[in-house]
């Protein structure tokens, strides 16, 4: 395929990909990746354990049902999983192990296909690609004078795609009727929530791993229109920013990001979608906030991130403070992994909080009343939770800006 790809393909259509799906290598191959991501049973209550006792004797059954055109894929069990820092809660989507599995299958040799055309200001869920690729990138144009940006939210993105333009934008590439066949299966899963089951009309699979391509192949008219009209874009899946030099730039890419979504039957968001300059109010993107040249993280990360520490450093929390440090560093560690280029006095306010709840901790076991004060500092110091291995942001951050120094000298 991949030599194919090179040579281009007659009338640009792949016809013949259905065997390449069910080649017991590929579901080889797919299952490992599902087994890595885990996830819970989906509606046929069969876990990953339960799959992987007869691995080959399921595989064998799942290509010969592939081969023969009688797989159907299973509901999709919905399950709310609660917003960190909220009240409200986000609907999750569980499909079967197996429909996990043909569906990693199928993104295995339909992917490259799609990789091949897609634009190179796209970072969402591609290959080799991620938020620090899509941030660098903005950075950059920053940095160059492009302060006027157009940061667009298409409300409900995943859900409102319609199918039969998602279809044709597939089908400009594929024309294996099997192949286009099991996506619409895929699209028309139904879902099962809370005993009631329906059908959705429109949106990408809830939870499906063929998902996060099939929106960025939706979205790809519009990277290559932005691009062929001159505008900066970064996109990442349905988060994108527009970078201009001036707000009548800004304005422009406006009406065509708004002619595209009448025509492809999205909403941009009222509200959320807004100009902005980055030396005015600034603006959020992949969890950071860019403002004046600062990076700081958002105050929706801000929010997710302390609402974690306080979900794991309860006053009543009864593991051993060894055991309660290990668990946060295991957060923090990648927490500041994504956000150390962001301005020292965010860790060190970071690190303060955390000590907070952890002297709190020690306060309620020494059955002490009230909130922690100056007092406790001196009792527990800094030290005294260094010496228990707690990791501190600031130092880690002191420390990376120690070795660029030694570099650029």
């Excluded at 393909?9 to 013949?16: C, I, Q, R, Y």
């Excluded at 909220?86 to 609907?91: D, F």
């Excluded at 920053?142 to 333009?165: C, E, P, R, S």
């Excluded at 609402?307 to 295991?330: D, F, H, Y």
Aim: glycine share 8%; net charge positive; charged share 30%.
């Amino acid at each position: 395929m991949l030599k194919a790809l090179e040579r281009g393909v007659k009338g640009g259509k792949w016809f013949s990909l259905i065997d390449k799906v069910y080649r017991l290598e590929n579901l080889h191959s797919a299952w490992k990746q599902v087994r890595r991501n885990q996830g819970a049973a989906g509606v046929d209550q069969i876990r990953i354990v339960d799959y992987e006792r007869h691995l080959e004797t399921n595989l064998k059954r799942l290509s010969r049902k592939l081969q023969e055109g009688s797989y159907q894929p299973g509901d999709i069990k919905r399950v709310w999983i609660p917003k960190p820092g909220s009240t409200e809660k986000r609907p999750l989507g569980i499909p079967t192990i197996e429909d996990r599995v043909v569906q990693a299958a199928l993104r295995n040799v339909i992917e490259p296909i799609f990789e091949a055309r897609f634009a190179q200001h796209s970072y969402g869920f591609r290959p080799r690609r991620g938020c620090k690729d899509a941030l660098r990138r903005c950075d950059g144009l920053l940095k160059q004078g492009y302060k006027w940006v157009l940061d667009a939210d298409l409300k409900g993105y995943f859900d409102t795609i319609d199918h039969a333009l998602l279809m044709a934008e597939v089908e400009r590439d594929i024309s294996d009727g099997r192949i286009l066949d099991l996506i619409k299966a895929f699209l028309h899963q139904g879902i099962l929530d809370e005993g009631e089951r329906w059908t959705p009309q429109m949106g990408t699979p809830q939870g499906g791993v063929i998902s996060p391509l099939l929106a960025n192949v939706f979205l790809d008219p519009l990277d290559h229109e932005m691009a062929e009209k001159g505008f900066e874009m970064v996109r990442y899946a349905d988060d994108f920013i527009i970078l201009c030099r001036s707000k009548e730039e800004a304005e422009e890419a406006m009406e065509h990001i708004r002619a595209f979504t009448d025509q492809a039957k999205l909403t941009l968001h009222p509200i959320k979608t807004k100009i902005v300059h980055e030396e005015g109010e600034g603006f959020d993107f992949l969890g950071y906030t860019l403002r004046s040249g600062l990076k700081l993280p958002s105050l929706k990360s801000k929010k997710k991130f302390r609402a974690m520490v306080k979900e794991k450093t309860r006053r009543n929390n009864g593991r051993s403070l060894w055991a309660i440090i290990i668990e946060l560093n295991r957060s923090t560690r990648g927490w500041y992994e994504y956000f150390k280029h962001c301005h020292r006095n965010v860790f060190r306010d970071v690190d303060k909080f955390i000590r907070r709840r952890l002297r709190a901790i020690l306060r309620k076991r020494q059955k002490m009343t009230g909130h922690v004060n100056g007092l406790d500092n001196r009792r527990w110091p800094n030290a005294y939770f260094t010496a228990h291995g707690f990791f501190s942001l600031s130092k880690a951050h002191e420390a990376d800006l120690q070795s660029l120094r030694r570099v650029n000298y």
